[in-house]
């Protein structure tokens, strides 16, 4: 059950999973590189799918530690959806990821500030936009686009930045699908492109990846 994702590949690499207790303490060094946290992304989201999840970081020993510190080694970007909770997905557990969720991703100031902080005040080396499969944020901007409805309230302010990355170029649910990939992509590219993180970048101590979580296998794969 190898997985996919290396940095520059178009999956996540992984290693065999071990049988282990629950709440095992971490058996590595904290990543410190973009491509360890890479790694340990997978080896965990291995762990998950296939039923042997560590919940690692959780002792009382590591929440006193988080008394008076933390040190993530990844931000996650993801989407609100109640199914695709980073830490889960990914078998991390108190002080492993910074998180931020908004419906599809959906980048303004606040997602913006809050990963900056994570990247420049904590030096995390890597950020990853986590898209999945069948998120109702983009299915609603997709169907918005279709009918020329306006969402209630705020969700319009959702739909109105995911349309300009809609694939028009398809049809029904495979409209969906694709909009979701390309949504990943934008917002990607997005961060990439902001001067703060672009010049972590530059010096080779960031790297900003999209993923994709899968309801069905529960698998998490690159989006390039």
Not at 122 to 128: E, F, G, S
Request: with cysteine; hydrophobic share 40%.
């Amino acid at each position: 059950m190898a997985g996919a994702l290396a940095l520059g590949g178009a999956a996540l690499a992984t290693t065999p999973a071990s049988a282990s207790s629950p709440t095992a303490p971490r058996s590595a060094p904290r990543p410190g590189t973009a491509g360890e946290a890479l790694r340990e992304l997978a080896a965990g989201n291995l762990r998950w799918r296939t039923y042997r999840e560590r919940h690692p970081d959780e002792t009382p020993t590591v929440r006193q530690s988080l008394t008076t510190s933390q040190h993530p080694f990844a931000v996650v970007l993801g989407c609100i959806d109640s199914r695709v909770p980073p830490e889960l997905v990914f078998d991390q557990g108190l002080g492993d990821l910074m998180t931020v969720r908004s419906a599809g991703e959906v980048l303004d100031e606040a997602v913006l500030g809050s990963i900056a902080y994570g990247v420049l005040e904590l030096d995390i080396p890597l950020v990853m936009v986590l898209g999945h499969q069948s998120c109702g944020a983009v299915k609603a901007a997709v169907q918005a686009d279709l009918t020329g409805e306006r969402l209630p309230a705020h969700i319009q302010y959702l739909a109105d930045r995911i349309s300009p990355n809609i694939d028009r170029t398809k049809d029904g649910d495979a409209r969906v699908d694709a909009t979701i990939d390309a949504n990943i992509r934008a917002v990607r590219a997005r961060l990439a492109a902001e001067p703060d993180l672009a010049a972590k970048i530059a010096a080779g101590e960031l790297a900003v990846v999209g993923a994709r979580y899968e309801l069905t296998t529960q698998r998490v794969h690159r989006i390039t």
